[in-house]
């Protein structure tokens, strides 16, 4: 009588079926477009609007499992790769939406982290960072276009960045944060600028002014100036 040959416990585990349930999803739907998110991916940056919406009982879409936004769905295909641990800056230029430039996706990115409650997400787009799109490429345009829409002439913006960079001992977390070193008598003590320069750039220190110029870049087309 042949004996069977012994069979090990992994092999045997190996050739057993195995049923695996499928992981939980949930769909968001923004501007027709459709994204599937797994339960650990709206738990990656959380508490969050998705963590909101889908666990908690108390909202329609944890039944559901559906969600329809109106935001863009190339700025939101960046926040689901962030969302499965990806690093998604700098930005691939391609993969841009065709009516925003870089500055402006990297801003209307940063409303939609606000919008959905992602800290981490935040926290990368406001901190500068090196190489392509860091802040060489990204901070000193955005800083000029902001001393053109204050009024600056094209001409002081270069000087003017120069020191404010030079006299800065750490870089700002964001742009906002250089509204409360801008000083009347930071900008002409410290950086030497004239009392007429300064009291145009004072002139817009304020959420109103940074807000409306914001809103102005956003809809500038891309490639625009």
């Known amino acids: 009588m042949t004996e069977a040959a012994p ?18 999803q949930y769909t968001v739907i923004t501007r027709g477009v459709k ?29 559901s499992k559906v969600v329809y936004l109106d935001r863009h769905p190339h700025l939101f295909a960046f926040i689901v790769e962030h969302l499965s641990g990806y690093e998604i800056m700098p930005f691939p230029t391609g993969a841009l939406p065709a009516c925003m430039t870089l ?12 919008y959905f409650g992602l800290e981490k997400l935040q926290s990368i787009l406001r901190s500068p960072f090196e190489g392509p799109g860091g802040i060489g490429d990204w901070t000193k345009p955005i800083l000029q276009s ?6 600056f002439e094209p001409s002081s913006v270069d000087p003017l960045f120069t ?3 030079a006299h800065d001992v750490d870089h ?16 002409t003590n410290d950086l030497g600028i ?32």
């Open 194 to 225: 004239t009392a007429g320069e300064a009291a145009l750039l004072m002139a817009h220190q304020n959420d109103r002014s940074w807000t409306a110029w914001e809103e102005q870049l956003a809809k500038k087309p891309k490639g625009g100036n």
């Open 103 to 114: 500055d402006s996706a990297r801003i209307n990115l940063l409303r939609d982290a606000e």
């Open 146 to 151: 902001y001393l053109r829409f204050c009024g």
């Open 7 to 24: 069979t090990s416990p992994a092999l045997a585990r190996a050739s057993s079926p195995v049923s695996h349930s499928p992981p939980e």
């Open 35 to 63: 994204f599937k998110l797994s339960r650990s991916q709206i738990e990656y940056d959380s508490p969050n609007y998705f963590t909101a919406a889908f666990l908690d009982h108390d909202f329609a879409e944890s039944r």
């Open 172 to 187: 700002p977390n964001d742009l906002r944060s250089l509204q409360h070193r801008i000083t009347y008598e930071y900008l």
């Open 163 to 165: 020191k404010l960079v």
